[in-house]
């Protein structure tokens, strides 16, 4: 984007603040396909959630890559997206519920590399077994709030289409 090259010198300023060294920091450029965007995380070590208000896809394409995200606990719902995520995934070892935690959970992830190996076992594992990725679930319960909306707003819909009248009642509480 036009704003990167105005951006890098924050950046660089702001990482050695931080007492991390410029030159290990590796700006990507931007990426229009969703190949190519996945295919970044092969250089990535770990995703950082942005403060206050973090990030859903940000969150999700990192951990199917194996990648870790470290996020902090917030309070309000967009402070917590990340971390509903990584609890769905049971890979809560990169939640940080202060500042200070966060950057300690960052630096350990660069210098510890049992720990970062532990943690992508973790996201693999987790990933591999959560309603995040079970697609067909999802759309069973996507079809069921449907239906219940349907039944709730519109009831001869589903009379007309050849649901029941006890379905549709019961369809209808369930969305009550």
């Known amino acids: 984007s036009p704003l990167e090259p105005a951006l890098r010198p924050c950046y660089e300023r702001l990482a050695r603040a931080a007492g991390l060294p410029p030159d290990r920091i590796v700006f990507l450029p931007a990426v229009r396909d ?24 940000g969150a999700l394409e990192p951990l199917q890559a194996g990648v870790p995200v470290v996020t902090l606990l917030g309070r309000r719902h967009g402070e917590r997206s ?76 589903l009379l007309d289409s050849g649901f029941g009248a006890a379905e549709v009642d019961a369809l209808a509480a369930a969305a009550a």
Do not use: C, W
Request: hydrophobic share 55%; proline share 5%; aromatic share 6%.
């Open 34 to 57: 969703e190949a190519g965007n996945l295919a970044r995380y092969a250089v990535v070590d770990a995703v950082l959630d942005p403060m206050p208000f973090g990030i859903v896809k």
């Open 82 to 157: 990340a971390y509903s995520i990584l609890a769905h995934a049971g890979v809560t070892g990169t939640v940080a519920q202060s500042g200070r935690e966060y950057v300690d959970i960052v630096a350990r992830l660069a210098g510890d590399a049992a720990f970062r190996a532990g943690v992508v076992r973790a996201i693999r594992a987790g990933m591999a077994a959560s309603p995040l990725v079970d697609l067909p679930a999802h759309t069973r319960a996507l079809e069921r709030a449907y239906l219940a909306a349907l039944a709730a707003r519109a009831p001869a819909s």
